[in-house]
């Protein structure tokens, strides 16, 4: 018998997201993280016809800020938010930004949440990054050959593909895939096309991790809108409904090796409060560093059971055109990975895509996107695990 | 299976040599527990002092019922290999000069999973036991070995790096007029040193033994007085650039508290044969030790000084000797500062009372120079830096851990 009730959770009314926002990404760059969210900032206000007094709800999400934090920022950009939040949580931020933001609204905190996600990449600072990612990162994963996430998710990788027989092949098609898809995206870093070939036969970076399996990082930064749908409609803006979010944090402690999320924990809470079944969706952006994940997101999320993400790829074909469209712009794996933008990619493209205003191929009625956000690998796993519902005006 | 490590080839004098880099050395504070396990050779994992649950990574409350009151817990060490990978790219210059490098996941049978170096005798999957090795910044990272222990398994070139196996490396003993300095130089050829230095001081006076010593497979003789710092600089001219370990045996032992003696003759003496020694020493062949620290197979690795125990407390009997090894302990200490950037450890081996004339009147247990010789070698093979020999030295590391206020008491009886 539990001790208390939990009240059930309350739908997100006509709270909506809009104004997509990307700064177009740099492999390195001599700017700093301000410079980059400072852009993003500006182009949001561009897009959405707005002064920055306007903006009276400010979120940012930035490894890079240091020793700024959001605070700081306000006085840095001219703005005076009645609702600030600051969460340097990498590939979950994106769907832990959106449900702050909509709760915020939603209760009138404030009427327009500008959300930024962006970071810089100065030629030492991932390599610095690093070593210093997290206490645990530094006690007892760093001093253990400095592979980085590469070799953390190469163990998660291995133990995954023993465990349910996937093989490099179902990694490699998602990629190629998504390599597809980025050729039409104009932001993309990655320009050339990508075959299975190119995949399979790429050096290994910390095995069964290899080459094309890892995010190149970069510079970079993406931000959205979310407001009521009559602020929307005010302004004049495209926008998407947000249906339904879970989120979860340090899920299934007991398992040894990591092969399963968060998702997995509140999955049947998503699509019920969504009121929609995983057939519904018209595309799905997962997080994507490295493509395992992908396939363990497949599952977690309901699009097939545990174990059956390999069936399920050699099922699909992935593309913007093709079946189950899947991180429709390139992904962080074709896009880049600019730092805490990475968790806003899949986040920014679905509501593109759920506006009809794909900067490149746009998914045809798209009328239900999922987006997942994961990350935070401060030991051994990655820690947070979030995903959204978005739905079609 | 690991292949038997050949001997080194001779150095090409004209090639550069290889600059020591560290492996990366922040740590928590709490991760120091685990430190002074490896530098004493023990296993155990940090666990909560209320609820008893152990733990892994280091933490500051216990996961279980957020206790602030962590400690370190014995257990077993043996476990399974869920996972590993070989890093080919790595981000740390040290991990990438010595690429491909393994690395793996223990799920340890007392619960805790652990991500490790990997032996490659490890099979995956397979059942494995963990150490806590100090790597070559000083700090304890986790490190599995097959379980049972495969051939040649010292050899690998991931366990070498932890280790400062006295195998093909070319060690200076100190002093060879003693039964100790003869024991180590005995047990080190033993333990496959390609050459054993043997330093004597004014060698015209003959010593018991100094035939037998002579006679040792690769034991040279050399000249060597440590209080004279000529004498220690001539030696490390001549053989500096290939001494890979020291083992510093050098004692001068009086009787005596500070009432008893009169004047400060033997206390200086003291002092020139252990404290002042070990600074000329440290000159003399410091610097180019953590030079030579990232040499190849046979990199300059360790410096071993022997203490008597008493350097960690005064024993009043022996009080102005006391003194004296603590004045060398705490220099040492600063030694091991010093070396530590060019990977160079230095191992502190504590005894009690010695098979010495000195100790005569002493009752029984005392340490022999076997005993000492052995446990340098069982220290330099599993790379520890703090060492305590017999059942003296123990008892009292044990009291002082306890009670220092009640070990000074009755050391003063």
Redesign the interface.
């Known amino acids: 018998m539990a001790r208390f009730a939990v009240p059930p959770r309350q739908g997100y009314g006509d709270v909506v997201v809009c104004a997509p926002v990307t700064v177009p990404y740099q492999r390195y760059s001599t700017e700093s993280a301000h410079w980059w969210i400072g852009r993003a900032l500006k182009a949001l206000t561009e897009t959405a016809g707005l002064r920055r007094q306007d903006l009276d709800g400010f979120l940012v999400s930035s490894f890079t800020l240091f020793p700024d934090t959001a605070i700081g920022l306000t006085q840095h950009y001219g703005l005076s938010p009645r609702w600030l939040d600051h969460i340097p949580m990498g590939g979950a931020s994106g769907i832990l930004a959106l449900r702050k933001a909509a709760r915020a609204v939603q209760a009138g905190d404030c009427a327009i949440a500008a959300c930024v996600a962006g970071d810089t990449n100065h030629v030492d600072s991932f390599r610095k990054s690093l070593s210093t990612f997290s206490r645990f990162a530094q006690d007892a994963v760093y001093p253990y050959g400095s592979g980085g996430p590469n070799a953390s998710f190469a163990l998660i990788c291995a133990h995954y593909m023993r465990m349910y027989g996937a093989t490099r092949e179902d990694f490699g098609k998602l990629a190629v895939a998504q390599r597809a898809n980025a050729l039409r995206f104009p932001h993309a870093l990655m320009r050339k096309p990508l075959t299975l070939d190119d995949y399979l036969s790429a050096r290994m970076i910390a095995d069964p991790i290899g080459l094309y399996d890892c995010v190149m990082p970069c510079a970079g930064a993406e931000a959205f809108l979310v407001m009521r749908e009559a602020t929307a409609r005010a302004l004049g803006l495209p926008f998407a409904r947000l249906l339904a979010t879970i989120e979860r944090h340090n899920a299934h402690a007991e398992d040894a090796i990591q092969h399963r999320g968060g998702w997995s924990v509140d999955i049947g809470e998503l699509y019920t409060m969504a009121g929609i079944a995983p057939e519904a969706l018209s595309f799905i952006q997962t997080y994507d560093d490295y493509p395992v994940i992908s396939l363990m997101q497949l599952e977690d999320l309901g699009l097939c059971a545990k174990g059956e993400a390999k069936d399920f790829v050699r099922a699909n074909s992935f593309t913007v055109d093709g079946t189950m469209p899947h991180n429709t712009s390139g992904g962080q794996l074709s896009v880049g990975q600019a730092g805490c933008a990475g968790g806003f990619l899949g986040m920014v493209e679905a509501i593109r895509q759920l506006t009809g205003t794909a900067l490149g191929g746009q998914v045809a009625n798209a009328r239900y996107g999922l987006v997942s956000g994961f990350g935070m690998i401060t030991y051994d796993r990655g820690l947070a695990s979030g995903a959204a519902i978005l739905g079609g005006a | 299976m690991t292949a038997p490590l050949p001997p080194p080839k001779r150095k090409n004098p004209l090639k550069r040599t290889r600059l020591p880099v560290s492996?990366?050395?922040?740590?928590?504070r709490?991760?120091h527990l685990l430190t002074r396990a490896a530098a004493e050779g023990r296993f155990g994992l940090p666990t909560c002092l209320d609820c008893g649950a152990l733990h892994?990574?280091?933490r500051d409350a216990c996961p279980h019922c957020l206790s602030s009151r962590i400690g370190m817990r014995e257990c077993s060490a043996l476990g399974t290999l869920?996972?590993?990978?070989?890093?080919?790219?790595?981000?740390?210059v040290?991990?990438r000069e010595r690429?491909p490098?393994?690395?793996?996941?223990v799920?340890l049978d007392a619960g805790p999973?652990?991500?490790?170096?990997v032996h490659g005798d490890c099979a995956?999957g397979g059942r494995v036991r963990l150490d806590w090795r100090l790597?070559r910044?000083g700090?304890a990272?986790?490190f599995a070995v097959p379980d049972p222990p495969s051939p040649n398994m010292m050899d690998d070139p991931q366990m070498r790096e932890m280790t400062l196996d006295p195998k093909h490396r070319r060690v200076l003993v100190t002093d060879g007029r003693t039964a100790l300095g003869q024991a180590m130089a005995k047990a080190l050829s033993d333990a496959g040193a390609a050459l054993v230095f043997v330093g004597i001081a004014e060698a015209w006076k003959p010593f018991p033994g100094s035939e037998r010593l002579s006679a040792m497979r690769g034991v040279e003789i050399m000249p060597l007085d440590m209080t004279d710092t000529d004498s220690v600089n001539d030696l490390a001219d001549a053989i500096g650039a290939r001494v890979d370990i020291i083992v510093n045996t050098g004692a001068h032992i009086r009787p005596g508290g500070l009432l008893e003696r009169k004047g400060v003759t033997v206390a200086r003496e003291e002092l020139e044969a252990g404290y002042l020694a070990l600074l000329r020493l440290a000159q003399g062949f410091g610097p180019v030790m953590r030079f030579r620290g990232a040499d190849g197979a046979n990199s300059a690795c360790a410096w071993v000084n022997v203490f008597s125990i008493y350097a960690q407390m005064a024993w009043p009997a022996y009080g102005a000797w006391s003194a004296a090894q603590a004045a060398m302990l705490n220099a040492s200490l600063s030694l091991r500062g010093e070396l530590r950037p060019g990977g160079v450890r230095v191992v502190h081996v504590f005894t009690g009372p010695t098979e010495d004339e000195w100790f005569q009147p002493l009752p029984p247990p005392k340490v022999a120079a076997g005993q000492i010789a052995s446990a340098v070698v069982d220290a330099l093979r599993r790379g520890l830096e703090d060492v305590y020999v017999g059942d003296v030295a123990q008892d009292f590391r044990a009291r002082l851990d306890l009670n220092p206020k009640a070990l000074e008491r009755e050391l003063g009886q």
């Open positions: 492996p990366p050395d922040l740590r928590s709490q991760s892994y990574p280091p869920a996972a590993t990978t070989t890093v080919q790219i790595s981000n740390n040290y991990f690429s490098w393994r690395v793996g996941l799920t999973g652990v991500v490790a170096h995956d790597d910044s700090n990272t986790a």
